[in-house]
């Protein structure tokens, strides 16, 4: 009954070095989103996963930024030569499906990225 | 390209006092759902309407879908201090299988 997880719960890097944030969605859910959460602001929307089907990249901020989910699993946003603006909490979530009554999306607690 | 807002941005109410977000989509939405963030927290769903005009209550809170299913509005009655965070909500545009969309959120403060 384990939930949605993410790794490293926090991260420091210095600017220029690429980092890796991992989600482990829950089982059986084929779609999985990743969000970007700065301090007191909504969710920024980055990539969406669903099933088979070419993931929805358009809420990448940069070229900087790709996702990986390998066999409609495990999920891993890297993030190339980062930025002091990169710093943030970057946030998993997973659903059921992408339909109707399937669309709950449950939350992993988050990577807080610091880029010094 | 399709959106969803939310108002207001912020809310202070005195404990006790009801408070009220609304939800605007600028196309029809399949679904709704309602989510909270606590401060510091993660989003935690609450709820989701799926029928034109459906309620649906949740002790103090009232969800409701609009009509033309394009809005939609959470009712906290006599706010408590534990009601404190950020409330979202998001929604599938039509009948595709896109991405659901994320209002930006209203953030309650109770004052005790």
């Known amino acids: 009954g384990a939930g949605v997880s993410q790794s490293p719960s926090n991260k420091v890097t210095e600017k220029g070095k690429d980092v890796e944030l991992r989600c482990d969605p829950i089982?059986?859910?084929?779609?999985l989103y990743w969000y970007r959460q700065s301090l007191g602001q909504g969710l920024e929307f980055l990539i969406y996963?669903?099933?088979?089907?070419?993931?929805?990249k358009s809420g990448l901020p940069s070229d900087r930024f790709s996702a990986e989910r390998t066999g409609g699993s495990v999920s891993t946003l890297t993030i190339q030569r980062t930025q002091q603006e990169d710093s943030a909490v970057y946030l998993c979530?997973?659903?059921?499906?992408?339909?109707?009554?399937?669309?709950?999306?449950?939350f992993g607690p988050g990577t807080r990225l610091t880029v010094l | 390209g399709q959106q969803v807002m939310q108002i207001p941005q912020y809310q202070h109410v005195q404990e006790g006092e009801d408070f009220t977000t609304y939800c605007n989509s600028s196309?029809?939405?399949?679904?709704i759902q309602w989510y909270k963030q606590r401060p510091g927290g993660h989003p935690v769903f609450l709820i989701q309407?799926?029928?034109?005009?459906e309620v649906k209550k949740q002790k103090r809170l009232t969800f409701q879908f609009g009509e033309a299913k394009k809005n939609s509005s959470l009712h906290i009655t006599a706010t408590q201090t534990t009601d404190v965070g950020t409330y979202f909500c998001?929604?599938?545009?039509?009948?595709?299988?896109?991405?659901?969309?994320f209002g930006p959120g209203t953030s309650l403060s109770v004052i005790p």
């Open positions: 196309t029809t939405l399949s679904n």
């Open positions: 996963f669903q099933g088979n089907s070419a993931p929805d």
């Open positions: 309407l799926v029928k034109s005009g």
């Open positions: 998001a929604g599938r545009p039509g009948t595709s299988y896109d991405k659901v969309i």
């Open positions: 979530a997973s659903s059921l499906a992408a339909g109707l009554h399937t669309d709950t999306q449950y």
């Open positions: 089982s059986g859910h084929t779609a």
